[in-house]
């Protein structure tokens, strides 16, 4: 056990954040998520929900303030009817680590496109819907 750390962060996902470097993807996924057929690298969370991974993840995360595109939702499909409360936690809980940081959205499959490439997948037990989210790591300075 180490200290100051959030439980939910398993050794397996300590270890992919401490890998990543500077540019590197790593995206959040929903329960509906296609983890398993995307991902080079999947950790399972089930049981979990975004909001708490989000969390526990930009306790230790930066993101990259150079690309305007370091903190993305997947959009909602044209037509769907979906509500998505659930982003208004998110922009709460990146905005308490990452103040400057506001949250841009992309079209469903250009999301997919870009998961694929991500460094890894978190696979969620998270029930809300469009509730998938990539985050960009940026540098620790000094």
């Known amino acids: 056990m180490l200290k100051h750390i959030p439980a939910i962060l398993s050794p397996e996902l300590l270890k992919i954040l401490m890998e ?3 540019g590197d993807e790593i995206v959040i996924g929903d329960g509906n998520f296609p ?3 995307m991902g080079q690298r999947v950790i399972r969370l089930d049981g979990h929900g975004v909001p708490e991974i989000l969390e526990a993840i930009l306790t230790f995360f930066p993101l990259d303030q150079y690309d305007p ?3 993305v939702l997947m959009e909602v499909v044209p037509g769907d009817t979906v509500e998505t409360p659930i982003w208004d936690t998110y922009r709460e809980i990146v ?3 990452e103040p400057r940081t506001t949250l841009s959205n992309i079209e469903r499959f250009a999301f ?3 998961a694929k490439k991500a460094y890894a997948i978190i696979a969620t037990g998270e029930n809300a819907l469009y509730a998938n989210i990539i ?4 540098v620790v300075a000094g």
């Open 112 to 114: 997919y496109d870009r």
């Open 69 to 71: 595109e370091h903190a």
């Open 135 to 138: 985050l960009k790591k940026g």
């Open 20 to 22: 990543m470097g500077h």
């Open 95 to 97: 905005k308490k680590f």
């Open 35 to 37: 983890a398993q057929s």
